[in-house]
Nanobody
Framework: VQLQASGGGLVQAGGSLSVSCAASGSILRYNAMGWYRQAPRKQRELVAGITSGGRTNYADSVKGRFTISRDNAKNTVYLQMNSLKPEDTAVYYC?????????WGQGTQVTVSS
């Protein structure tokens, strides 16, 4: 199984960015999925999750600003990020929810400038 995150970049505070994660195999279709992030010198944290049926939940730090969605037909999960803050700067990863160590990909860097 491979999970390839893409779409990161540099954005100014208050801006928006959308990242996506393409999955090989059927992991995405039958499992809850999550977007995680790891900032420098911090532990990796879960920021958003979505069940196979589409129910979502968010970390308090991103609630109201981030939206997770999925397209099972395309084996892809998305994260729309609005009103970005410098503290959102991190490498963003997708993985199953709960995460499996073997499924961590390279992630995509999101940098928010102040």
């Amino acid at each position: 199984v491979q999970l390839q995150a893409s779409g990161g970049g540099l954005v100014q505070a208050g801006g928006s960015l959308s990242v996506s994660c393409a999955a090989s195999g059927s992991i995405l279709r039958y499992n809850a999925m999550g977007w995680y992030r790891q900032a420098p010198r911090k532990q990796r944290e879960l920021v958003a999750g979505i069940t196979s049926g589409g129910r979502t939940n968010y970390a308090d730090s991103v609630k109201g600003r981030f939206t997770i969605s999925r397209d099972n037909a395309k084996n892809t999960v998305y994260l729309q990020m609005n009103s970005l803050k410098p503290e959102d700067t991190a490498v963003y990863y997708c993985n199953r929810l709960p995460a499996l160590n073997d499924y961590w990909g390279q992630g995509t860097q999101v940098t928010v400038s102040s």
